[in-house]
C-alpha cells in the first residue's frame, strides 16, 4: 500500500518536474539562438534584462494554478478566476508598454541598470513586444492547475514540453534563414509566443476533454457556495506577492551587477557579468527548481473526503518531498562539482565560448546549495496553501528582499564582483525567504493547536456553569420542601 501511494505521488509529481526543467531548458534554447550574433554578449544581456522584468509579471500569474487546485469547483469559479487574472494581465500589458514607449523605460532599464542606449533600446524593444505574453500564460495556468486538481498532471506536463520543443524547433528553423544575419534579436521573440500559445491550445482541448463535464456536475449541487472575489484575491496575493518577490530578486541583483564600479569595473565588465547570469540563473534552476512542485502535493493528495479520511497521510507526502530533495541534490553535485560537466553543457548547448563557460562555474558552485532552502519553503507552503492561510508568507518577502539588498550592497566593499556576488546574494535570499516561512508556519500551527483547546475550555466551563445552575436549582427544591 506505501509503495502504491509512493508511486502514485512520483507519477503525479513528474510531469510537473517536467514542467519545470522545460521552461529552463527553453530559455537556454532562446539564449543559444542569440549566440548566433557577432554581438552575442550585448545581445544576450540586453534580452536577459528584459526577460527578467517578464519574469514579474508571468511569475505572479503562475499561481493562479493553485487558485484552480483549491478553491475553483464550478464554471462560475472558473470564470472568476480568468476575471481576476484578465485584470492582472490587462495592467502589467499597460505597464509593459509605458516601460517600452516612454521615458520611464530609460530611467527603469538605462539608468538603474547603468547600461549603454544601446543595450538600454534592445531590452525595452523587447520587452513591449513581450506586453501580450502575460494574457495568454495566464490563461494556461489557470488551466493547468484544474488539470492538476483532477488529477491530469501528466497533461499539464505535455502542454510545457510541447512549449518547449515548439521553441527550439523554431530557433532552429529561423537560425538558418537570413533572421539569423539580420534580425537575431527578433528570433527568440517568435520562438516564445509559438510555444505559449502551443502550450495553451494543449491545455484547453485537454481541459473540455477530460475537466470542463466533471466541473458541469458539480455546478448542479446546489449546496457549493460560489467561490468570491475576495477569496480568489486573499488566497492569491500572498502567493503572488511571494512569487514577484522570487522574480523581483533577479533583475534586482542585475541592476546591482550592472552598477558595480568598484575596484576599477567597467561597463564592458558589467554587461559581461550580466550575460553570465543570464545563462547561469535558467541552467542552475533545473537541478532545483522542480522542488517548487512539491506544494501541490498536500493540497491534491491530504484533503479530507465525504468519509472524513484523506487519500493520502501528510508524513507520507512530506516522506516524498525529502527523498525528491536528494535527487536534486544529486542533480546539483553532478553538475557544479563533477569537472567538465558544467563547461561541456555551456559549450554545447548554450554554444558559449569556453572562456565564457569558465566564468560561469563559480556562480554555478555558488547556487548548488539551493536545494536546502527550496524544498524547506515548498513544503512549508504546501502546508499553508492546504490550510488556506498563504497569508503567513508575507513576511518572506520583506525578508528576502532586504537580505538581497544588504548583501549586494556589502559584497563590493569586500570585494567580490559580477555573478559571483550576484549568485552568492541570491542564495542568501533563497535562506532568510526559507527560514522566516518556517518560523510563519510554526505561528500559524501553534494557533491551529491552541483554538481546539480554547474551545474545549470554553465548553467545560460551559458545562460547570449549567452544572452549577442545576446543584442550585436542586438546592433551591429541597429548600422549598424542607419550608412546607
Not at 28 to 45: C, D, G, P
Not at 320 to 329: D, K, N, Q
Not at 422 to 434: E, K
Request: hydrophobic letters at 50%; proline letters at 3%; charged letters at 15%.
Amino acid at each position: 500500500m506505501i509503495k502504491e501511494e509512493y508511486w502514485t505521488l512520483t507519477k503525479f509529481i513528474l510531469p510537473l518536474v517536467l514542467t519545470t526543467i522545460a521552461q529552463d531548458v527553453g530559455e537556454q534554447a532562446l539564449n543559444r539562438s542569440l549566440t548566433a550574433s557577432t554581438t552575442a554578449v550585448l545581445e544576450i544581456a540586453s534580452f536577459g534584462i528584459a526577460y527578467r522584468i517578464l519574469g514579474l509579471f508571468t511569475g505572479a500569474i503562475e499561481d493562479f494554478k493553485y487558485i484552480s487546485i483549491t478553491l475553483l469547483r464550478t464554471n462560475k469559479d472558473r470564470m472568476k478566476v480568468i476575471l481576476v487574472s484578465s485584470i492582472f494581465t490587462i495592467a502589467s500589458l499597460v505597464l509593459m508598454l509605458i516601460v517600452g514607449f516612454t521615458g520611464a523605460g530609460d530611467v527603469i532599464i538605462n539608468d538603474f541598470h547603468g547600461v549603454s542606449d544601446n543595450v538600454g533600446s534592445r531590452a525595452r524593444k523587447a520587452l513591449y513586444i513581450f506586453s501580450l505574453y502575460p494574457f495568454i500564460d495566464g490563461l494556461a495556468w489557470i488551466h493547468a492547475g484544474i488539470l492538476i486538481k483532477y488529477k491530469h498532471s501528466f497533461l499539464t506536463g505535455l502542454g510545457s514540453i510541447a512549449d518547449v520543443v515548439t521553441q527550439v524547433t523554431v530557433v532552429a528553423v529561423l537560425l538558418k534563414t537570413s533572421m539569423a544575419v539580420n534580425n537575431v534579436f527578433y528570433i527568440p521573440l517568435i520562438a516564445s509566443y509559438s510555444g505559449v500559445v502551443v502550450r495553451l491550445l494543449i491545455l484547453i482541448c485537454s481541459y473540455y476533454k477530460f475537466c470542463h463535464h466533471k466541473i458541469l456536475r458539480e455546478s448542479e449541487n446546489s449546496n457549493l457556495k460560489l467561490l468570491s472575489f475576495c477569496n480568489i484575491i486573499k488566497t492569491w496575493a500572498p502567493l503572488m506577492a511571494v512569487r514577484l518577490c522570487q522574480r523581483v530578486s533577479r533583475p534586482l541583483i542585475n541592476l546591482f551587477v550592472a552598477r558595480d564600479r568598484l575596484d576599477g569595473r567597467t561597463e564592458a565588465d558589467a554587461i559581461e557579468s550580466l550575460a553570465v547570469l543570464s545563462v547561469v540563473f535558467p541552467l542552475c534552476h533545473i537541478p532545483y527548481g522542480w522542488l517548487n512542485e512539491i506544494k501541490a502535493l498536500e493540497a491534491t493528495f491530504t484533503k479530507k473526503k465525504e468519509n472524513k479520511r484523506s487519500e493520502m497521510k501528510v508524513k507520507t507526502v512530506r516522506i516524498f518531498g525529502v527523498a525528491m530533495f536528494f535527487v536534486s541534490t544529486m542533480l546539483v553535485i553532478i553538475l557544479a562539482w563533477i569537472p567538465g560537466v558544467a563547461e561541456s553543457i555551456l559549450v554545447n548547448a548554450s554554444n558559449v565560448t569556453p572562456s565564457f563557460a569558465l566564468l560561469c562555474l563559480v556562480p554555478i558552485q555558488i547556487m548548488g546549495i539551493l536545494p536546502i532552502p527550496v524544498i524547506n519553503r515548498a513544503l512549508v507552503t504546501g502546508w499553508l496553501i492546504k490550510v488556506k492561510t498563504t497569508s503567513a508568507l508575507y513576511p518572506t518577502v520583506v525578508m528576502r528582499l532586504g537580505v538581497i539588498v544588504v548583501m549586494v550592497t556589502t559584497l563590493p566593499m569586500m570585494g567580490i564582483h559580477g555573478a559571483v556576488m550576484g549568485t552568492t546574494a541570491l542564495v542568501g535570499g533563497f535562506i532568510a525567504d526559507a527560514l522566516t516561512a518556517l518560523v510563519g508556519a510554526s505561528v500559524v500551527k501553534y494557533k491551529c493547536n491552541r483554538r481546539p483547546t480554547l474551545n474545549l475550555l470554553m465548553q467545560n466551563t460551559s458545562d460547570l456553569e449549567k452544572h452549577d445552575e442545576s446543584d442550585n436549582s436542586k438546592k433551591e427544591h429541597l429548600s422549598f420542601e424542607s419550608t412546607l
